[in-house]
Each structure stands twice: as C-alpha cells, then as structure tokens.
C-alpha cells in the first residue's frame, strides 16, 4: 500500500508484483521527463525518460506513461526485485534552458 | 566513461572555514549542474553552466561561489556556510540543450559545525 506522511510517500511491493510510482508535475510548457532511482548514500541514477510528444515509452522491465492533461507522469516496474528498493525521483525540464527540476520522490520498498 | 567524479566524498567544515567542492567529467558534456539535497527531500537546483557560463543560479546565497574553469571540471567554492547548510551536494553533467539525459555523481557529504 501507499502512506504520505511527514517523510517521503512510501510504496510497499511483494517481490514479483509490478509497481506503480506516480508523479504530478508542475510547468505545463516541460517538454522532457525522466525518472531517477537513488539508492542510500548513491547520486540519482538514470532509469527512463519520455518527450512531451510521446505518452509511453518501455524499457527493459520499466514503462514510462505521460499524461500532458493532467500533468502527470507514472513509472511501472514489471516483476518487481529487491534490488528495485530505493526512492524513486520524476524531474521535468521546466521553463528554461537545462533547467532539471525534480518532484518530491516516493521510496519504494520490496518485501520477499 | 559514463562518469561523474565528486571529491571528497565526506567533508566536516567549520562556519569560519572556506573549502570547495570538485567535480569532473570525461562525457564531453557542455552543460555541469550543482545540486543540492536534504534528508529524504529532492534534489534542489542551484547552478547551471553550459559552455563553461554561468546560465542559471537559483538565487544561491553568494557564500556558494561556483565555478567552471574548463569544460570538464566544476567547482563550488564555500565560504562563511552555516548549519543550515549541511546537505549532499550533487554535480550532474548532461549534453547542452534541452532534452538532455543527466548524469550525476556520487555527491559531497557536507556537514558544517
């Protein structure tokens, strides 16, 4: 299930389910989006990224679904793995020239 | 080389003490961020520099001096910091443009005392 609080939102998974992470983002003129995984004491690491002409795009076990109306972006991770524990960063390319800006994160946490 | 390289990794400073932090990369990428992040908060924004300018500065108090002396290396100079200040520091490289897949270092622990 899913918990805001205080902390960073928090998904919780059983090993082999799929995930679903969501993101609203801000500017409406973003054209460029990707999704960060951060492990603990470990830079942001590149996962998958969509233009604002594209609504989904797939990677190995990862999809990425743009909905420009609304301004939201989701992350699916198919047959979740421990090694997916981490929090989960969406970051938007907003109003200027190399101007990355992330959303607030959600940790994702797999359970055996 | 899909690398970004940040040293040191751990630094301990006091608010009197001026230090900097170093970054490289060997992408040939013209565009180099400094970020900034807090416990369980997002990473934040503070300089852009593409074709080694100053493009974007986030409104960062002047005790934060970066600079770019060449294409491949960035740096933040630190001086008069505060507690407040502690945080990981991110330095990110992507090609210039928008659009442009970043990559990041492993980050600076800083902690001022």
């Known amino acids: 299930g899913e918990s805001v609080g205080l902390h960073l939102p928090t998904l919780s998974v059983q090993e082999g389910d799929n995930s679903i992470i969501n993101c609203a983002y801000s500017?409406?003129?973003?054209?460029?989006f990707i999704w960060y995984k951060q492990e603990s004491g470990k830079g942001p690491q590149f996962i998958i990224d969509?233009?604002?002409?594209?609504d989904k795009r797939q990677g190995q076990r990862v999809t990425v679904l743009l909905n420009k109306t609304v301004k939201h972006l989701s992350l699916q991770i198919a047959a979740t793995q421990p090694g997916d524990s981490a929090v989960y960063f969406c970051?938007?390319?907003?109003?200027?020239?190399?101007?990355?800006?992330f959303g607030a994160g959600t940790r994702l946490a797999v359970h055996p | 080389d899909t690398e970004v390289t940040q040293t040191p990794k751990h630094l301990v400073m006091g608010m009197t003490n001026k230090k900097s932090l170093k970054c490289e990369q060997h992408m040939g990428h013209r565009a180099m961020y400094w970020y900034k992040q807090k416990a369980k908060k997002p990473p934040e924004l503070m300089f852009v520099y593409s074709y080694e300018k100053l493009s974007i500065n986030e409104s960062v108090p002047s005790r934060f001096s970066p600079e770019c002396p060449n294409s491949s290396l960035l740096n933040l100079h630190l001086h008069a910091l505060q507690p407040e200040d502690s945080a990981l520091y991110l330095c990110?490289?992507?090609?210039?443009?928008?659009?442009?897949?970043?990559?990041f270092g492993q980050g600076t622990r800083l902690t001022v005392v």
């Open positions: 500017n409406s003129a973003s054209d460029y």
């Open positions: 969509i233009r604002s002409n594209m």
């Open positions: 970051a938007e390319n907003s109003g200027g020239y190399n101007k990355l800006i």
């Open positions: 990110a490289s992507s090609q210039d443009g928008r659009g442009a897949e970043a990559f």
